[in-house]
T-cell receptor
Framework: GQNIDQPTEMTATEGAIVQINCTYQ??????LFWYQQHAGEAPTFLSY??LDGLEEKGRFSSFLSRSKGYSYLLLKELQMKDSASYLC??????????WGAGTKLIIKP | DGGITQSPKYLFRKEGQNVTLSCEQN?????MYWYRQDPGQGLRLIYY???????QKGDIAEGYSVSREKKESFPLTVTSAQKNPTAFYLC?????????????FGPGTRLTVL
């Protein structure tokens, strides 16, 4: 079966750095997406990785290792508004998105 | 402003009633999707449509129906056959072209069946 694993919840301090991991086992791989979702709202697109390595976009970076079936989202200089759930999703060989359950990130002052 | 709208944001229905959730987009996207989100679970695909007048079942289509008569609109009907319809429903759209086809989401409708 296909599976995406993320930690259920993480806590970090304002101004700090946090890394949210995602591991996947899917039938094929055509890229990995990260989305941010505030409570009760729509997911919003953060990043897409299809090649190994680190993609940096402002305070957020996303890393992919296809051989390890592993990705992480790195958030720097954390702000209170970063409190949200972070969803990892993999595009499988049929170009269907397989979604993880999401990681709820709690930022403390 | 271009975007995806879903209405209403909150919806209450009695058990046994059908209910239709609206999804409209003005992004000129070909592909549209319906997902269901339950606490502690990933998004699950209900139906998707890659072109007008065509749609495909997703992983959990039982108890749901859709139509795609216009490019801009992809309404979802939750029928009385759906055993556990209370959930947060998200509509998304994408260009439908290319491998890196990012999906953009509407604000969602929270359906509660009493």
């Amino acid at each position: 079966g296909q599976n995406i694993d993320q930690p259920t919840e993480m806590t970090a301090t304002e101004g700090a750095i946090v890394q949210i991991n995602c591991t996947y086992q899917t039938s094929g791989f055509n890229g990995l997406f990260w989305y941010q979702q505030h409570a009760g709202e729509a997911p919003t697109f953060l990043s897409y990785n299809v090649l190994d390595g680190l993609e940096e976009k402002g305070r957020f970076s996303s890393f992919l290792s296809r051989s390890k079936g592993y990705s992480y989202l790195l958030l720097k200089e954390l702000q209170m508004k970063d409190s949200a759930s972070y969803l990892c999703a993999v595009l499988d060989s049929n170009y269907q998105l397989i979604w993880g359950a999401g990681t709820k990130l709690i930022i403390k002052p | 402003d271009g975007g995806i709208t879903q209405s209403p944001k909150y919806l209450f229905r009695k058990e046994g009633q059908n209910v239709t959730l609206s999804c409209e987009q003005n992004l000129n996207h070909d592909a549209m999707y319906w997902y269901r989100q339950d606490p502690g679970q990933g998004l699950r695909l209900i139906y998707y449509s890659q072109i007008v007048n065509d749609f495909q079942k997703g992983d959990i289509a039982e108890g749901y129906s859709v139509s795609r008569e216009k490019k801009e609109s992809f309404p979802l009907t939750v029928t009385s056959a759906q055993k556990n319809p209370t959930a947060f429903y998200l509509c998304a759209s994408s260009t439908g072209q290319g491998i890196t086809d990012t999906q953009y989401f509407g604000p969602g409708t929270r359906l509660t069946v009493l």
